[in-house]
């Protein structure tokens, strides 16, 4: 089996942010800017306390011009922290809406592109966190925290500088006595957030894959009796949600104890810098600044540990969509670009050596080689899970084979660029997937968004245009939710009605199995029997009314092919 390489519940946030620089390099100049005009509001904010500092010292020597000077300079700096703060929130709010939509668009790409494999290996709740439930936290982050986060730690900067230059000896006070056990409980909280927070995101996935899969599965549980147990599953789940918030909170909780470390610095301060004073080694508007500073340095400490918080949640959640961003393989149907080879629009199809398992050492394709020429129609019959529905998804280049090669014309399906695979061999699946909306919206799903015309002309083509005129509204009929509305066989005649308008080289229909009444079954055979000419049609069949209709029978068993019509050509 082809490695599948499984993304982890609990990401690891190692390089996160040397992760993130590929994405934030496109929006480098945004940034830059945004990141000076926030210096500017922090030096604005750095500059107050020394203003009224300066007033102090005035009135204290009675100087009326530089008391003047002072408070003329105080409006001003305090006009422009106004202006700056609301100016460089709303700058570093759109520079990170910008990486949050090239982030979020990424991701629905990823996940377009993601190898059935992959998709088929993860829960699809947990992919659908990551790209939705995560892009948001991000997204709440960049616009609530962000800002403040980024202010905060240049005003905590600037600070330090500036009351180095007033007075060595109560900064070194301030830093030898109080800081460290500000920055101890910081640290202790940093060290146990990345457990709590990412037990918290891990939980809240798990609810979530849970909830996605009640509603997937919601026939199976109606039905089977195991919902009693499902909710139990449910409850355990949302108790284990409660208890990492619980443990999140009380670390939020002990982080406060900052605030008790303020008060006293403030109080130390206050007397140290009296008793200086008095002595006439500092000055009084000294005192006030380290006073004034010291709150602004504390503050900043408090607000930095909440958003730390917040911080850690956003990192989480940015370590795993990187992960599914970062995730290796494409499917070839998703594939842009590519060779610009355009091949023939009817051709050879062949397998050979083809080789194919979901499990290791289970092979559910061994060897299997086939050829089908252009204009072939051919049915594939075997056992309830003889390998039917693997063998129709291997030829239609949706499962790349583990070993051997499938080619169109020569060339190797995995060569083809997504668009020119899916113009040349489309594959109509046992359930196909109808998206909510009208049955004309499902149509324009193709290649080129046909348009009435173009859709009118396959109808009519297939003889499909009795089976419009009994709907309710013709082709503006709804689907309902996921196409509930529509039994099997219709979806059915969706499905060859989108690869009518593809006009492919070779057309894969897996047959319905659910029953398809007699009246429906007519109107796919009545389309089968238009869209079969000139193309390579292979059906894998349930019903024998299907296979009598077709020349050539290929028979999966034991994971290998036995022709029952025409020979088997490697
Ligand atoms: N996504 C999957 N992951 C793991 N095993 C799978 C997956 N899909 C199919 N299988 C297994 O592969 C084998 C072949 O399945 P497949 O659906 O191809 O058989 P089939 O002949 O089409 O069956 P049916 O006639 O019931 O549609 C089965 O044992 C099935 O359980």
Redesign the pocket.
Known sequence: MAEVILLAEQASEKGTFRRTLPYLRPHRFALGVTLGVVGLCAVAAVALPPLVGRAVDAITAGDRAALTAAVVALFAVVAAHILLTRHSELLLMRAGEKVVRDLRERAVERLAAAPLRFL?AHRTGDLLRRATGEVAELANFVRRDLPNLVVIAATLLFTTVMLLVYSWFLLLVLAVVFVPPALYLLRSFHRRAEAVFGGQAAAETAVAATMTETLTARELLATSGALPGWLRRVRRENDDVVAATRRTSWAEVRVEGVSLIEGLAQAVLLGLGAWLAIEGHVTVGTVVVFVLASRTLFDGIGDAAQLVGEFQVARTGLARLLDLLESPGAEPAARGGGSAKRLPPRGELVLEGVGYS??DGTE?LRSVDLAFPPGERVAVV?A???????LGKVVAGLYPPDRGRVTYCGTDLRELPGEELSRLIALVPQDVHIITGTIADNLALVPGLPGEEAVAGAVERLGLGPWVAGLPAGLATGTGVRGERLSAGERQIVGLLRAALIDPAVLVLDEA?ADVDPEIAGWVERALAELCAERTLIV?AHRPETVALLPRTVR?ADGTVRSEGTAVRP
Do not use: A
């Open positions: 088929e979901y499990l559910v075997g309830t899970g003889s390998g039917k529905t693997t199995t894998i999966v």
